[in-house]
């Protein structure tokens, strides 16, 4: 194992994109190895490296880490994007777990029927714009900080601002109502490791394709 953390997952967003967003936003080099067929997986299978049999699997400081919520918790301890006490962290918690909500509404689409696509977007339009977003506008015009918590960047402004971005994708307006929001998307857009990250080139995952269903249900054997 090498210094530089190695992230195993699927060519494409999944559960691992906000794995990289994070890693990208700490300023951290990351290496990938790209799920591509049944073998790559069942290797690592055999191999023990995958304690629940799923990934996203991080070989980081010498651990073999799994699921998904506990490589963010390490990521953002390891590298000050968790808070400077208790209370803070617990807020960031709180934060991430919503904003882990909505994007869970997203996840799923690329895997839903054109029908149930639509349904889909409906629902994400409705709960991003009725339960999540306000949330977080509150929390920024109460505070009057530059960021979620306290007034230091953390793993919480990492996560809505993904959160954003996908939500956007499916409704471009989505933010009219927001204004601490579009403020707040404006300004870690602009910190030099996210802008980094925004641009073309970089390891920031596309918005998920047949192609990368296809691999995806093809090297978990998905099938239905
Ligand atoms: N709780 C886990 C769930 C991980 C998960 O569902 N991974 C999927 C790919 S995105 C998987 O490996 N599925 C194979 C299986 O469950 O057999 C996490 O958050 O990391």
Request: glycine content about 4%; proline content about 4%; some cysteine.
């Amino acid at each position: 194992m090498t210094g530089i953390p190695k992230l195993c997952y699927f060519n494409g967003r999944g559960k691992m994109e906000s794995i990289r967003w994070l890693l990208a936003a700490a300023g951290v080099e990351f290496q990938e190895e790209f799920l591509e067929t049944r073998e790559q997986f069942e290797k690592l299978l055999q191999d023990g490296a995958l304690l629940f049999q799923q990934v996203p699997l991080v070989e980081i400081d010498g651990m073999k880490m799994v699921q998904t919520r506990a490589i963010l918790s390490y990521l953002a301890a390891k590298y000050n994007l968790y808070g400077k006490d208790l209370k803070e962290r617990a807020l960031i918690d709180m934060y991430v777990e919503g904003t882990t909500d909505l994007m869970g509404l997203i996840l799923m689409c690329p895997f839903l029927s054109s029908e149930e696509k639509e349904k889909q977007h409906t629902v994400i339009i409705q709960k991003a714009t009725n339960r999540y977003f306000p949330v977080y506008e509150k929390v920024l015009k109460d505070h009057r900080q530059n960021f979620l918590v306290g007034n230091q960047f953390s793993w919480a402004d990492v996560h809505l601002l993904e959160a954003i971005l996908m939500v956007e994708e499916k409704n471009s307006s989505v933010l009219s109502e927001f204004p601490q929001l579009q403020a707040f998307k404006a300004r870690i857009s602009n910190i030099p490791t996210i802008k980094k990250f925004l641009e073309p080139g970089s390891q920031r995952k596309p918005v998920p394709d047949d192609k990368y269903v296809e691999t995806v249900r093809r090297v978990l054997q998905m099938y239905f």
